[in-house]
Structure formats: structure tokens, C-alpha cells
């Protein structure tokens, strides 16, 4: 009889142990619930955490758009430091644009090539390090842009290894391979898809 | 070629340029002593000219400090450099220059040298726009 109780009360707490367990199980569905549900809303947190030089970016062209030179600068700084802390490829790639357009306000984009290289080339290392394609197309988007072909047809050696046999990746880098060295295309002309 | 040498690229034909390619090559292979001593050739050859030149062979400084080792070294003769450049383009009064060593200033994380750099660009740019107005 006393094995019998015992053997219930051991039960009865397994039972007890389930039941606290799918509760648990429950309430953490359904906080990832609502976590995800706020990230798909795409709330200014949710952004900002995706991309954390992403405000100061937009700093940057509210203070081109008033021709506050200083403060354009000091919130690309800001830009700068969070792509840095980031690191992701991205970051370096929008940096390294909003650079050129302090140049660009300032009627002095020459000057301000080197720097924006310098972020596209941290861009380009830590795309392939990440071995993301797309990163890499975007680099090479990005020297296209700035003329330096010798960097676009590296970029796209890169572009190749990472498409593998994959061929609708090989077919991507095919294309932009094709753009790239359409003669029609001059330096300054070529976009960044969104 | 590799990824590592894709710095080595360059279309300028400034003066310092083919020290700074040289240098690239010899922190690719690893030698610091190759690298140094064509960051050398590269300044001598870029102090003579303007803020420019200081402003590039300052940023190539920062990438000596890629050999392990090199970093806290290479960063304060980088930051002495862009010092220099903040002094050459104040000299020369130009606000483009002013503006590109505060950049680089920030990229350092040196916050109050690029405010002290925007504050003197802020300074040209008011007496500019003083004496377009008595003008």
C-alpha cells in the first residue's frame, strides 16, 4: 500500500512538473510572439537595432539638406562608430556613401574619395569574411561608382568563388559582371539598388 | 592578386603614393620594418605639400597597425599626422581640409580634436560669409 502511495505522489509530481512546464513553454511562445510581431512592424527600435548607424545617417543628410557642414560631419562620425561596432558590411557601404556626399556638399568630392574607399574596402573584407554576395556586389557597385575598375573585376573574382555552382548566384554575378563592363557606363553613373 | 593587395591599387600619381603602395605590400607580407620605412618615404614625401597628402599617408599609418603589435603605435603617429594636417589646413584656410581631418579625427574616436577642427571650419566659414556680406 505505502508503494502504492509513494508511486502516486511520484506521479502526481510529474504530473505537476509537465504542467509547469508547458505554462512555461506557453508564456515564452508567447513573448517570441510579440517580439517578433513589433519586428515585423518594423518599429523605430526594431530598425535601429538592425542597422545602428542608420539614424545618424539620416542625420547626416538633414544636416547636408541644411548645409550644416559641421553637423553633417560630426553625426557621420557617429555613423562611422556604430557601423564600426557593428560589423557588418552594410554599415561600411552607407558610411563610405554619406562621405561622398559631405564631398559632394561641399563641392569637394575628390578630397573625400580616399576616406569613402577606405569604407568600402572595410566593406568588401567584411562581406567576403561573411561570405555574403550580395555584400561583395555592393562593393563592387560601390568602386564601379567611383570608377576604379581594377577593385570592380577583384570584387567579382570574389563575387564567383562565393557563387559556387550555386546558378542563380553565378547568374547574378554573370549580370552584374555584364553592367559593369558595358563601356556605356562612366565612373559616377552607377547606382546602389535599393 | 589577393584581397590583401587590392589597397595597393591606386590611380594617383601624387608623389607619396608609391611609398603608400610599398607600404601596403609590406604589411600584406607582414614586415614592419618594410612598412615603416615606406610610411617614412611616403611623409617626407607628403609634408612639403599640403594638408592632403598628410591626411592619406596619416590614414595608411593606420593600416601598419593591422601587423599584431603595431596598433597603439601606428594610431598615435596617425593622430601626430592628422595634428599636422589640422595645422596645414588652417594655414592654407581650407574649410574641405578642416572638415577631412575631423572626419578623420572622428575615425580615431578622437571626438575632441575633430570638434576642435569643425569649430575653426565653422570659424573660416563665418568670416567668409562676414565678408561676402560687407562685400
Known sequence: MERLD????????????IVLLAIALLIALAIVEVLASRASAG????????????PHIGRVDQALAQKNF??????????????????RWEGMIEVGDAYLRIGDGLAYRRAFVAKAREAYLAALFR???????????????AFAALGDRQVVAQCLTIAKDLAGRDPKA????????????????????LRIEP | MNIEEIEMISESN?????????????VASRDPDGAIRAWRDAYAAAVGDGWQGLV??????VRIGEIPGFRKACEAKARQT???????????????GLYQVAAAFETLGARAMAEECLRIAESFTAEGSDSEAAG
Open chain 1, 43 to 54: 518599429g523605430p527600435s526594431a530598425k535601429n537595432v538592425a542597422a545602428p548607424w542608420a
Open chain 2, 82 to 96: 592628422y595634428w599636422t594636417a589640422l595645422f596645414r589646413a588652417r594655414q592654407e584656410r581650407s574649410v574641405e
Open chain 1, 6 to 17: 509513494g508511486a502516486m505522489r511520484a506521479r502526481s509530481r510529474a504530473m505537476d512538473a
Open chain 1, 70 to 87: 559641421s553637423a553633417a560631419v560630426r553625426a557621420w562620425g557617429d555613423a562611422y562608430g556604430a557601423a564600426l561596432g557593428s560589423r
Open chain 2, 56 to 61: 592619406e599617408v596619416a590614414s595608411a599609418c
Open chain 2, 14 to 26: 601624387a608623389p607619396w603614393m608609391s611609398h603608400l603602395e610599398l607600404m601596403d605590400r609590406a
Open chain 1, 170 to 189: 553565378q547568374a547574378l554575378v554573370q549580370a552584374q559582371a555584364s553592367r559593369f563592363s558595358d563601356p556605356s557606363i562612366t565612373a559616377g553613373t
Open chain 1, 127 to 141: 562581406a567576403r569574411h561573411q561570405r555574403s554576395l550580395e555584400g561583395v556586389l555592393r562593393a563592387a557597385e
